[in-house]
């Protein structure tokens, strides 16, 4: 089946830096690929989804490229906040069609002042 | 829309006893998922309905997790009996078939502590 596997953690950064999280994919078919984000004591929520190979998907100043070739959906952002401090999930779509996705384990990201 | 509705928000209960989580999906919705969250093993997906009938229980962990969705605005997870074990956050998830973006919409959890 499908599955997802995602850079272990935990991330430390300072502000302002540059952040990359790999998330590598297996699949059959065509999968939506999509970036959750979870805030301390909270659930997750959509950050970003990308539907088809070459798509970007960006929101917040995280982006993150569907790379069918490497079966890849790396996260990135150019400059980190503080408030950026969160655990980032990469997720993929079941199988065609289905409304169940498959996550990864989660990356902890903390972002020092 | 008030998002996804889980209660309680926090349970504290001892081994042996009987627990019922509950959920309120958004309006609308005809997916609605249940997923348990730990350090050890992640997110893990227990049980999934579509239109209130139980499409995939495989992730249900054994035969003391039930699950139910009586109507399409209400779902209860339940665990009997509890054991310490089972400590986790549950979280409730909805999201719509027809809008085909597959995005799922997350409630706040429930804090699940069994001593």
């Known amino acids: 089946g499908n599955s997802v596997t995602q850079m272990e953690g935990p991330v430390t950064l300072s502000e302002e830096a540059f952040l990359t999280i790999n998330c590598t994919y297996t699949?059959?078919?065509?999968?939506?690929l999509f970036w959750y984000v979870q805030y301390p004591g909270e659930g997750l929520q959509l950050l970003l989804k990308?539907?088809?190979?070459?798509d970007k998907g960006s929101n917040k100043g995280f982006e993150a490229t569907y790379r069918k070739e490497t079966t890849s959906f790396h996260l990135e952002k150019g400059s980190v906040q503080v408030s950026d401090s969160a655990v980032y999930f990469c997720?993929?779509?079941?199988?065609?069609?289905?409304?169940?996705?498959?996550f990864g384990k989660g990356t902890k990201l903390t972002v020092n002042p | 829309d008030a998002g996804v509705i889980q209660s309680p928000r926090h349970e504290v209960t001892e081994m042996g006893q009987e627990v019922t989580l509950r959920c309120k999906p958004i309006?609308?919705?005809?997916?609605l998922f249940w997923y348990r969250q730990t350090m050890m093993r992640g997110l893990e997906l227990l049980i999934y309905?579509?239109?209130?009938?139980?499409?995939?229980d495989s992730g249900m962990p054994e035969d003391r997790f039930s699950a139910k969705m009586p109507n399409a605005s209400f779902s209860t997870l339940k665990i009997q009996p509890s054991e310490p074990r089972d400590s986790a956050v549950y979280f409730c998830?909805?999201?719509?078939?027809?809008?085909?973006?597959?995005?799922?919409?997350f409630g706040p959890g429930t804090r699940l502590t069994v001593l």
């Open positions: 997720a993929l779509t079941s199988q065609g069609g289905s409304e169940k996705l498959v």
């Open positions: 309905f579509n239109n209130n009938v139980p499409i995939d």
């Open positions: 990308a539907t088809k190979a070459d």
């Open positions: 309006s609308g919705h005809d997916y």
């Open positions: 699949a059959t078919g065509y999968p939506s």
């Open positions: 998830a909805s999201s719509s078939g027809t809008s085909r973006l597959n995005e799922q919409f």
